[in-house]
């Protein structure tokens, strides 16, 4: 199995989307979020319920896939290797650095006279540090440390159950992420927390990076497959079908709402679509990246290596602006339009003329180093 081309660029695409999320969402009804402006739009609120159902778990099947991969064609050294240069680097010098801007400004609104200094003396302690949209690094290196643990244990198990068909194997992985979904609600609060991990969103995302190290190893699900346009157009309805579904669910069932105070049946219906809608998604995803991104070239390995970086940048950036026009007086559509057009700029521009050409940055960003 050769370099994958579309999963390398379809991974870049779950992230680069997350700019135009978090642009999204300070302009989204029925979100809460760190900044938000007054006037509000209901689409941009389903626009990011949209995004939201499968663009992280997509990510992790992604880095699950990639992870079963490097250990079987390069061993255990060379994933931690990789692990501790590309994921845990950029996670310790984000939590440092960049997170603490999102609390900051969370602060500043609150009470504007709070200094830089003050404020970060009281946020590096236990009671107050959290990850912003670091969480995903940090989740992600624990989901790599556990898999080391376990690969050769989850090798076993895919030979010993010898499925028969591409179904039987992809109902099999929503099932098994569905139940262990499901158990982990009925047992834990939506704000339960272990030094800033919330352990919710940590068994959900973790079943997604499962899927993907089972994905690998049963060569399905993010494996491109010919298959007619036909088939490719239904998956594609039915994704739009279970997240229309899933965005009612989270408007009129939110998951902050603890289990035992809710319909049992109800909420377990908003699971089930929580967890299906990321594995359609991402089936009708590998399929068009397969069609429209599956050939290597300078713009694509440009965003390939730019992608993490970026991300990285973009959420300060994009909070930034969002403290800054708050109260200016223009449309909610002009304020969007311009938030991802000083966002996407600003992220590139640093990107290229200070990350990419400096080695330390290119360390700390979890870049190679030439």
Same mark, same amino acid.
């Given at each position: 199995?050769?370099?994958?081309?579309?999963?390398?660029?379809?991974?870049?695409?779950?992230?680069?989307?997350?700019?135009?999320?978090? /642009?999204?969402?300070?302009?989204?009804?029925?979100?809460?979020?760190?900044?938000?402006?007054?006037?509000?739009?209901?689409?941009?609120?389903? +626009?990011?319920?949209?995004?939201? /159902?499968?663009?992280?778990?997509?990510?992790?099947?992604?880095?699950?896939?990639? !992870?079963?991969?490097?250990?079987?064609?390069?061993?255990?050294?060379?994933?931690?290797?990789?692990?501790? $240069?590309?994921?845990? #680097?950029?996670?310790?010098?984000?939590?440092?650095?960049?997170?603490?801007?999102?609390?900051?400004?969370?602060?500043?609104?609150?009470?504007?006279?709070?200094?830089?200094?003050?404020?970060?003396?009281?946020?590096?302690? $236990?009671?107050?540090?959290? &990850?912003?949209?670091?969480?995903?690094?940090?989740?992600?290196?624990?989901?790599?440390?556990?898999?080391?643990?376990?690969?050769?244990?989850?090798?076993?198990?895919?030979?010993?159950?010898?499925?028969?068909?591409?179904?039987?194997?992809?109902?099999?992985?929503?099932?098994?992420?569905?139940?262990?979904?499901?158990?982990?609600?009925?047992?834990?609060?939506?704000?339960?927390?272990?030094?800033?991990?919330?352990?919710?969103? +940590?068994?959900?995302?973790?079943?997604?990076?499962?899927?993907?190290?089972?994905?690998?190893?049963?060569?399905?699900?993010?494996?491109?497959?010919?298959?007619? &346009?036909?088939?490719?157009?239904?998956?594609?309805?039915?994704? #739009?079908?279970?997240?229309?579904?899933?965005?009612?669910?989270?408007?009129?069932?939110?998951?902050?709402?603890?289990?035992?105070?809710?319909?049992?049946?109800?909420? !377990?219906?908003?699971?089930?679509?929580?967890?299906?809608?990321?594995?359609?998604?991402?089936?009708?995803?590998?399929?068009?990246?397969?069609?429209?991104?599956?050939?290597?070239?300078?713009?694509?390995?440009?965003?390939?290596?730019?992608?993490?970086?970026?991300?990285?940048?973009? &959420?300060?950036?994009?909070? !930034?602006?969002?403290?800054?026009?708050?109260?200016?007086?223009?449309?909610?559509?002009?304020?969007?339009?311009?938030?991802?057009?000083?966002?996407?700029?600003? /992220?590139?521009?640093?990107?290229?003329?200070?990350?990419?050409?400096?080695?330390?940055?290119?360390?700390?960003?979890?870049? $190679? #180093?030439?």
């Amino acid at each position: 199995m050769g370099r994958l081309i579309y999963l390398d660029n379809l991974r870049s695409f779950a992230l680069l989307l997350g700019i135009v999320f978090h /642009s999204a969402i300070v302009y989204a009804a029925d979100i809460k979020y760190a900044i938000q402006t007054e006037e509000r739009s209901q689409i941009l609120s389903y +626009f990011c319920y949209w995004i939201h /159902s499968f663009r992280m778990p997509m990510f992790y099947m992604i880095s699950g896939f990639f !992870s079963a991969m490097v250990i079987e064609k390069k061993g255990t050294n060379f994933y931690w290797e990789g692990r501790f $240069k590309r994921v845990l #680097i950029p996670t310790i010098f984000g939590l440092i650095f960049l997170a603490p801007i999102q609390y900051f400004l969370m602060e500043k609104i609150k009470s504007p006279n709070v200094g830089l200094l003050e404020f970060l003396y009281l946020f590096f302690t $236990k009671e107050n540090f959290q &990850h912003s949209h670091i969480w995903f690094l940090v989740d992600l290196f624990c989901f790599s440390m556990i898999f080391l643990l376990v690969h050769k244990w989850i090798h076993k198990v895919t030979n010993w159950v010898q499925w028969k068909t591409f179904n039987r194997r992809t109902f099999f992985l929503i099932g098994f992420s569905f139940i262990l979904v499901l158990l982990a609600h009925t047992q834990i609060g939506k704000g339960e927390s272990y030094f800033g991990i919330f352990k919710l969103t +940590f068994v959900y995302q973790f079943t997604f990076f499962l899927s993907g190290v089972f994905s690998f190893y049963g060569k399905d699900i993010l494996i491109l497959k010919p298959s007619s &346009h036909l088939k490719t157009i239904a998956n594609l309805l039915w994704a #739009i079908i279970v997240s229309a579904l899933f965005m009612d669910f989270e408007i009129f069932d939110p998951l902050w709402i603890y289990f035992s105070y809710v319909n049992p049946w109800y909420r !377990s219906f908003h699971i089930f679509l929580w967890v299906l809608s990321p594995f359609l998604w991402t089936m009708f995803f590998v399929s068009l990246f397969g069609f429209l991104g599956n050939k290597e070239g300078k713009l694509g390995s440009y965003i390939i290596d730019a992608s993490l970086p970026i991300y990285l940048l973009h &959420h300060p950036i994009s909070l !930034s602006y969002a403290y800054i026009v708050r109260d200016l007086q223009f449309s909610i559509w002009e304020k969007f339009l311009f938030h991802n057009v000083v966002v996407l700029c600003f /992220s590139f521009l640093m990107y290229e003329f200070l990350i990419r050409r400096s080695k330390p940055l290119r360390f700390l960003f979890g870049l $190679k #180093i030439h």
